[in-house]
């Protein structure tokens, strides 16, 4: 009689689980020995899209990366010790369903979409999802015998079971749970409980007859409480902020259209007044149009493996700001060099390998760096500037409101030009060099040599603000819809280091670059919730939280960071006893793993593809070792 087989359970059906199931299908042959598994995704969303990428959502969500930078297959970049597996990125599996030679079945706008994209197109969300849904059944058909997969659409309310047995999985629409050898969440991004201060709004809303949202997954988004014609704040002005801007415009029947003066807005009458502000006062940078024009980049050179090993090699505690981010900021500069110099020579005064030599003996901040850019690059627009990218209304005051909205047009009109020019191609390069540094972070975020207040200010407060804004900014013609709303008056900018109030009956707000103060009846917090397991509204964590079979990582200090902890070889959880469980594991953004993209651009051996193998590796090996336990029943 053949044994009975192993039982896995991926909590979480999106793009995370789908890649780790890809990862299964090609460890197996070596790690599993022809074994048979049974395979468990429960997700209340559709199976490789999860809920943030699901087709049910408002077909004007775009992605902010375009077709050709986006894949879920391994490749040669990738350093790993699983197979690489290639595969289509976004671009090319467009291409190869619209051709016909793969077969897909797709509603009708998105195989509309299909005959319009083409590799620097930034598709819609709906497209994505039909990729990621694509991929999730490429996975499981690529399983071996004898492994099988079965799809739960529905919520896991909690897991029970000792370290040292099965694991129970209780599903909330079935009395019975599923009986595991092994558990991984792969729960993707999370809702979190409102803190102190939005619950004060929230109640003053409530009082006062306002409307109020607190931080929200755009697409879930009930815009129903923001009025035709009311004044509403929008406080944020990333990628939440353009999605919700799209869909109180254009969601609500308005329309853009080509006219002598540029683009034109044409407002259906519903849309409300929008107020947006931040702490820069700026937009995301606009994702850039073009591709690299010079020699192929070397990246890492200056945050590689081995200046990292040093850096954690020291015995003395380290600060970000000050050890960690020249560092950071001279591979980038590395980056941007680079391109500039090999794509663009006739901008520059020297030879590529003459400055790379001095620039490769210099700190950053030192002022013979200073004197060797300025000497080498002549126009001041060609060289780079963290700390004006950074801040750019900084030490800037304007006299009225609309002398602002001038100043702010002029700025994204310069920002959306650069980035869509290939003269300025260099940005691309510092782009790709953010990307290289990226994988090596964790390890130096994961440091207990990192200083606390550093780690929660600098590293986790404005290092993330400030790759994000340069990084993972919107495709640049949603920057140009921006400024003909701002034409059009639908949207007003409030300026940078804005402030909000409740008082009066309303919510008031400004900012420091501007005199004026905004009466509104709504405010909309533009930015997705800050999850943390103290405050997380996710069923299973909360659970697992009360039990003790999760804790948050806490750094020297005793301050908390939210994220959960798992162990870095492996991603098993752990738990309050402070050992790792071994028959549990969490992939995502809200653990201390932080490989934050499920997937990503083609050739970067990104950190997620390469966790993903080392997940799936250690559980293959858990249950060729451990086999399926007892027989209870999982159907």
Known sequence: MSAPPSVLVLVGGGPRAAGLVERIAVNAAELFGGAALEVHVVDPHPPGAGRVWRYEQS?????????VDVTMFTDASVVCDGPVRTGPSLAEWASLVRSGDLRVDLPEDVLAELGRVEPTTFPSRRLQSAYLGWFFEDAVAALPPGITVHRHRAVVRRITGSPHGRQRVWLADRSSPLVADAVVLTLGHLDAEMGAEERELADYASAHGLAYLPPDYSADSDLSSVLPGADVVLRGFGLAFIDLAVLLTQGRGGRFEESAEGLR?????????????????????????????????????????????????????????????????KEIAWGYFHELFTGHPERVSVSWGEFAEAFAELPWYSPEMAELVSSSVPAVEDRIDFERLDRPLAGLSFATGEEFQEHLRAYVEADVARRSDPAFSADLGAFMALLSVYGQLPRVLNSP?????SRLADADGWWSGFFSFLASGPPPDRLEELLALSRAGIVNFLGADVWVRASDGVFLAGSASVPDVVRATGLVEARLPTHGLGRTADPVLRALRGAGDVVEERLSDGRSTGLVRVAAEDNRLIGRNGEPHPRRFALGPFTTGRAFAAFARPGTNAPGFRQNDVVARALLRLLAEEGSGDAESVA
Request: glycine content about 8%.
């Open 59 to 67: 077909e004007l969500l775009r992605m902010n990366s375009m077709a």
């Open 265 to 329: 807005y044409v407002p259906s009458g519903r849309e409300p007044r929008i107020h947006v502000g931040s702490r820069r006062g700026v937009p995301y940078h606009s994702k850039t149009g073009y591709r690299l024009r010079g020699d192929p980049l070397p990246l890492p050179v200056f945050f590689d493996g081995r200046v990292v090993d040093a850096l954690l090699a020291s015995p003395e505690e380290f600060d970000f700001r000050a050890d960690v981010w020249p560092l950071l900021a």
């Open 449 to 453: 040599k990192l200083s606390p207040a």
